[in-house]
Structure formats: structure tokens, C-alpha cells
């Protein structure tokens, strides 16, 4: 069995009022994802990347944060992420969509 876990950290400056940051709303990362090789040499691990959720939810400029100390696992996370997830876009005080830093986590795991 295999288990990723996807959630995102706010990386911005607080603002007056509370803003609503950007949420996973379609797509995700499965087992379906996992590279054959690291898959084939039991490779887990916590990949982190930094990227930009632009007004219309779409996950932009995406970039390693953390590595998960194996390339092959980390490679995959982005054009995932940039490809197939959309989101929520974060929205300020008032209400009206803004880009977004985030910190996405992915927990690459086998398990029994």
C-alpha cells in the first residue's frame, strides 16, 4: 500500500483583516504516481516544494523546498502539482483572489 498525504502551509505576510489561503479543490498525487524505481528500491520520504497559487488556482513557478533524499521522488512532485492540481485561490481581506505562496508537503510512503 502506498500513502501520500498533500496539504499546504501558507508562506505570506499576515494582513489587517484574516485572508482565507489557497486550498486543494481537484486533483491529487496516488499511488499511480510512484516512480517504478523508487518504488522497486523501497524509497520514502517527505518531499517539500515552494510554489505560487495564482488568482485563478492554478499552482505556478514551482520549486523543491525540501528534498526527500531521493531525486526520483522529488522530480515527480512538481509537474504534478503544476499539471493536474488545482486550487482555491487565496483571498484577501476583502475577499478578492490574490496570489498565493505555499509550501506543499508530500509524505511519499509504502506501507503493508
Request: proline share 9%; aromatic share 6%.
Amino acid at each position: 500500500m502506498i500513502v501520500l498525504l498533500v496539504a499546504l502551509a501558507t508562506a505570506d505576510a499576515p494582513t489587517d483583516r484574516p485572508a482565507v489561503p489557497a486550498r486543494v479543490i481537484s486533483g491529487t498525487i496516488t499511488e499511480l504516481d510512484y516512480p517504478p524505481a523508487a518504488f522497486a528500491r523501497g524509497a520514502e520520504g517527505l518531499t517539500k516544494v515552494w510554489m505560487v497559487i495564482t488568482t485563478d488556482g492554478r499552482a505556478t513557478d514551482c520549486r523543491l523546498f525540501q528534498s526527500s533524499g531521493h531525486a526520483d521522488l522529488d522530480a515527480i512532485v512538481c509537474p504534478l502539482a503544476t499539471g493536474r492540481m488545482r486550487f482555491s485561490p487565496a483571498l484577501d481581506g476583502e475577499g478578492k483572489p490574490r496570489p498565493m505562496n505555499a509550501i506543499m508537503p508530500v509524505r511519499w510512503m509504502l506501507g503493508d
